[in-house]
């Protein structure tokens, strides 16, 4: 009987996950379906799932309109940079707040977090004016920079979690054997916390590939990335669905693409620590 | 020094001279995604056998992104774009901000005199043209021939909203997926907005009186809403409340709409390739009541140049090319006369291959039967035929819109609804200090 409900329940609860995961696939599932039909079918009503007329036309023009592969590479070069720099000023940060903190230290992270709540476009024209003044407009120098104090709070809050559950005793042992700050940081913390950091990577290159507010306003022409590359696509007035749903597959597939292959390291690291 | 050696230096040298002398100015063109826009870009290359020294940089982004960046861009004095796609709306606003460099200077062969007098009175600010229309529309009425023929009814080529609503009930039959009228009823300014405020003339109806006090709890406001809930209601697809301009086109091309109010540049979507009923489609006047004036709007999308563009010859130079009567010849000799950018020059409407596309005619008199300068039949403080050029009706519009499209959708009453409108304009009119 015990095995029966235990069974019955696991059912449950498989039927569960799937329709979750089902419903959370379905947008993408959409898209990449929508991108190939015929305009006049993209739009049809009632909608055609399968039985369509598949093409690969709507690729076709989409390059054809599009250098592709140049708002790729600045989505690259600003994800990579932005996570790079992040976490280069997010380690010794969260290092300090995990072992040494203050008595301000959760004061502290809150004001970092509450600066995610203020809509971006309130501080969109001051930091226009700054980066026209600075020459940092429609450069990826100046995009990486902007993503890497947006997404500063998220780094500092997920490296301190994971910081937290490291033993301080073991960081005291390397102190003890002679061990300097930067030793300590770089030898001892870094590698016991592979699996925060490399989750707080993850994380924070798929925030930077699609954060579509600052790399639009900031960027003309030279260091757009997708996210611009997307905007194109859509019309006042025509049919446009299909060209926008290729448009889109081929902005989010090199991240989709990552993100399967590293999920393993995803769920593990924002897992850490989550039983003991 | 070897003879391959000294050929090589030579060779850099004057690739380095020629480099010089053939200096490149690169424009920044930004622009919304359309079909002319497309075609234009596909058709640079007469652009720079004609102007070498010229590259053009293109940025393509839906209409509302483009309008923030740009907004930006010119409020910081960022000169990050040389030419600019706006609208009518924009013209008479950034013009009179001073953020759009004046286009009077262009050369004569851009033959301003052959610009249509009502889009041109639209992008022209104390005087000055401040933007170079690229293809100009109304709306008008396009409606099933076969439908009408077995209805037994004639379609006017000037309609009233009563033969309007007449037709509408004799067309449908929703049993057969077949509805009478599509009308706008997506929220937003552009959206069902544009489509009320200018059926809204037709009925004696204003946004503002001449102290800008909203007018909404006015007879004519509500003969204009019951009206159009009426015919939405009993004769409308079912949703329509989530229906803008692309959802109506797909609706008519698929031959589930007996007419459809809308701008004259979908004529050429209904008759296009894309559509089962190419061949029924007529096209008429947008109707009127009788009061003298048409509920058709106006609208042009144009190229300007931004006063802090510091390229404002290669600008200019690239307007002229792109909006000159050469460019329709230049469109029609590659791609034929129906592809031409419509609504921007007599001479267009002169020739004879082109009038005698269907929609031709009825496109230039819906486009004459608007004045922006005098949109009403009651005086206005306000220019603009489908908007009121205000930089707050962006927001009033949608505001407004959102209103009447909950009333569609069966949220809102008529009266409710109107009360609604009422009340919110007049707190954001006081608000930015219009009412005193």
Not at chain 1, 45 to 73: A, C, H, K, M
Not at chain 1, 161 to 185: H, V
Not at chain 2, 106 to 120: E, G, K, M
Not at chain 2, 388 to 411: C, D, W, Y
Request: charged share 15%; hydrophobic share 45%; net charge negative.
């Amino acid at each position: 009987m015990a095995r029966h409900v235990t069974t019955q329940r696991r059912a449950i609860n498989s039927a569960a996950a799937w329709t979750v995961a089902l419903m959370l696939f379905f947008p993408i599932l959409w898209t990449v379906l929508t991108s190939f039909k015929p305009e006049a079918q993209a739009v049809a009503s009632p909608p055609i799932f399968l039985g369509f007329d598949w093409t690969l036309q709507n690729y076709v023009d989409v390059n054809e309109q599009r250098d592709y592969f140049r708002y790729f590479v600045n989505s690259v070069i600003i994800a990579l940079g932005s996570t790079a720099l992040g976490l280069v000023l997010a380690i010794p940060a969260a290092w300090s707040m995990a072992f040494v903190p203050g008595r301000k230290t959760k004061d502290l992270l809150m004001w970092m977090l509450s600066t995610k709540m203020m809509p971006a476009v309130g501080v969109l024209v001051p930091i226009y004016l700054l980066f026209k003044t600075l020459g940092l407009l429609d450069t990826r120098v100046g995009l990486v920079v902007v993503l890497t104090l947006m997404n500063l709070p998220i780094i500092v809050w997920m490296l301190y979690t994971y910081f937290k559950e490291i033993p301080g005793e073991i960081l005291e042992a390397a102190r003890m054997d002679g061990a300097t700050l930067k030793s300590e940081i770089l030898y001892v913390l870094t590698p016991m916390a592979v699996p925060g950091i490399a989750s707080t990577v993850l994380l924070n290159i798929i925030l930077a590939w699609n954060e579509a507010f600052w790399t639009i306003n900031l960027t003309v022409t030279d260091a757009a990335p997708l996210t611009k590359f997307i905007s194109g696509f859509s019309s006042p007035q025509g049919l446009f669905y299909a060209k926008l749903s290729a448009a889109s597959t081929m902005a989010i597939a090199p991240i989709l693409i990552m993100g399967w292959f590293s999920q393993k390291q995803l769920v593990r690291g924002l897992t850490f620590g989550a039983v003991k | 020094m070897t003879v391959s050696l000294r050929a090589l230096l030579g060779a850099t040298a004057f690739v380095a001279l020629t480099g010089v002398a053939m200096a490149e100015t690169t424009i920044t063109v930004a622009t919304v995604n359309n079909g002319d826009m497309i075609r234009m870009q596909g058709l640079m290359d007469d652009f720079y056998a004609k102007n070498p020294d010229i590259k053009v940089e293109w940025v393509t982004l839906e209409e509302n992104v483009l309008r923030q960046n740009v907004t930006t861009d010119i409020a910081t004095n960022g000169g990050q774009y040389d030419v600019l796609t706006i609208g009518t709306y924009e013209v008479p606003i950034w013009g009179k901000q001073g953020w759009l460099a004046s286009l009077n200077d262009l050369p004569a062969d851009y033959d301003v005199d052959d610009l249509l007098p009502a889009i041109r009175g639209g992008l022209t600010v104390d005087g000055n043209l401040m933007a170079s229309p690229f293809y100009g529309e109304s709306s008008m009425v396009m409606y099933r021939k076969d439908l009408m023929d077995a209805a037994g009814l004639t379609m006017s080529d000037a309609p009233t909203w009563t033969e309007i609503e007449a037709a509408a009930k004799a067309m449908t039959d929703k049993s057969k997926e077949q509805y009478g009228i599509c009308l706008r009823g997506k929220a937003g300014w552009g959206e069902n907005m544009a489509f009320l405020t200018a059926m809204s003339n037709s009925f004696g109806a204003r946004w503002f009186d001449e102290a800008w006090v909203p007018q909404f709890d006015q007879p004519e406001w509500k003969a204009t809403l019951e009206t159009y809930l009426r015919v939405m209601t009993e004769y409308g697809p079912p949703g329509a409340s989530n229906n803008g301009f692309n959802e109506n086109l797909t609706l008519f091309q698929q031959g589930k709409c007996g007419m459809w109010i809308d701008a004259t540049v979908a004529a050429s979507f209904v008759t296009g390739k894309d559509s089962t009923v190419a061949d029924k489609v007529g096209f008429a006047l947008a109707p009127d009541n009788g009061l003298g004036k048409r509920g058709n709007w106006l609208w042009a999308w144009s190229l300007a140049i931004p006063a802090s563009s510091q390229k404002q010859d290669a600008a200019k130079a690239f307007i002229n090319w792109a909006t000159n009567k050469d460019y329709l010849a230049l469109v029609a000799s590659k791609e034929g006369w129906a592809n031409v950018p419509p609504g921007t020059r007599t001479s267009l409407y002169s020739n004879p291959e082109y009038a005698s596309i269907p929609f031709a005619k009825m496109t230039i008199d819906s486009i004459n039967a608007a004045d922006p300068n005098a949109p009403t039949v009651k005086p206005v403080p306000y220019v603009g035929v489908q908007f009121v050029a205000i930089p707050e009706f962006q927001g009033l519009g949608t505001s407004v819109g959102q209103e009447f499209s909950a009333a569609l959708a069966g949220q809102k009453s008529v009266d409710e609804a109107l009360a609604a409108a009422q009340a919110l304009v007049t707190d954001e009119m006081t608000a930015a200090g219009y009412i005193k």
